[in-house]
């Protein structure tokens, strides 16, 4: 099974930056589709940004040109780039590991690491 552990969250002010990481462990990195959602207490939770294993990349509408998602296959990483935040983006952030071809069910996740933005 895939272990995914993140990290990068924190405290900053809006219109600041953050990178998030997803370190993924225990299968083959290069062939998942990687991703970052997140949610706040009582919403849903929604995709932020995934890519697949041939570069593919997909944003939410909120996230277009602030977020940059991108991946180090050498290093079994994710990363999470987030320019330009806003409160509205203060969440926790989860890391997503898919393997195309496989059932949603089955997809890993992160513990989580929190954001905040806020002055």
């Known amino acids: 099974q895939v272990q995914l552990v993140e990290s990068g969250g924190g405290l900053v002010q809006p219109g600041g930056s953050l990178r998030l990481s997803c370190v993924a462990s225990?299968?083959?990195?290069?062939?998942?589709?990687m991703g970052w959602y997140r949610q706040d207490p009582g919403k849903e939770r929604e995709m932020v940004a995934t890519i697949t294993p041939s570069g593919r990349r997909s944003y939410a509408d909120s996230v277009k040109g602030r977020f940059t998602i991108s991946r180090d296959n050498a290093k079994n990483t994710v990363y999470l780039q987030m320019d330009s935040l806003k409160p509205e983006d203060t969440a926790v952030y989860y890391c997503?590991?898919?393997?195309?071809?496989?059932?949603?069910?089955?997809?890993?996740w992160g513990q989580g690491t929190q954001v905040t933005v806020s002055s």
């Open positions: 225990g299968s083959i990195f290069s062939i998942k589709t």
């Open positions: 997503n590991s898919h393997e195309p071809g496989t059932n949603w069910s089955d997809d890993y």
